[in-house]
């Protein structure tokens, strides 16, 4: 076990182990009121650097949850884990801008909210053609150019 101070109030944790017939790992972590972040990396990361990642990843946290707390990671794991991405992929790291990471984040969650609206359609859809009451059901519906010859259905009703 290592420890590193970094200012007065910083100190790094460096646990180093080494996997069964694997490499030199290190576990790089760091508290933050109650939570507690840990990354593992191999023996060549910088452990400034990944004390920077860590730093990013929570800074951008209290960006989209407005203060993280324990519930925020528990709950919206998934939330977490798309940030999480966005910031790291196949053990590289990707992005550090702050900005950027939310910009991505806000615009995947407009996408899923848009198809949502959209994965209720079709019960929609049925719902209006209950409630038209048409007297029979038509036979052949002419749009434009396009007509569609509709089979024998049984009753909505």
């Known amino acids: 076990?290592?420890?590193s101070a970094f200012g007065p109030?910083?100190?790094l944790i460096v646990l180093s182990f080494r996997l069964i017939g694997g490499s030199d790992n290190k576990l790089i972590y760091r508290h933050y009121a109650t939570l507690y972040f840990v990354f593992c990396v191999d023996s060549?990361?910088?452990e400034l650097g990944i004390l920077d990642?860590?730093?990013v990843f929570v800074e951008t946290l209290d960006k989209c949850f407005e203060n993280v707390c324990e519930l925020d990671l528990i709950f919206h794991v998934d939330k977490v884990h798309n940030i999480l991405a966005e910031m790291v992929m196949g053990g590289m790291v990707l992005e550090t801008n702050m900005n950027e990471i939310v910009t991505q984040i806000d615009a995947q969650n407009k996408l899923e909210k848009s198809e949502a609206g959209l994965a209720g359609a079709p019960a929609r859809a049925v719902s209006a053609v209950k409630n038209m009451n048409l007297p029979e059901i038509p036979r052949n519906i002419n749009i434009g150019d396009i007509s569609i010859k509709?089979?024998?259905?049984?009753?909505?009703?």
């Open 1 to 3: 076990m290592k420890w």
């Open 44 to 46: 060549s990361e910088s």
């Open 9 to 11: 109030y910083t100190i």
């Open 150 to 157: 509709v089979p024998n259905l049984p009753s909505f009703k």
């Open 53 to 55: 990642l860590i730093q």
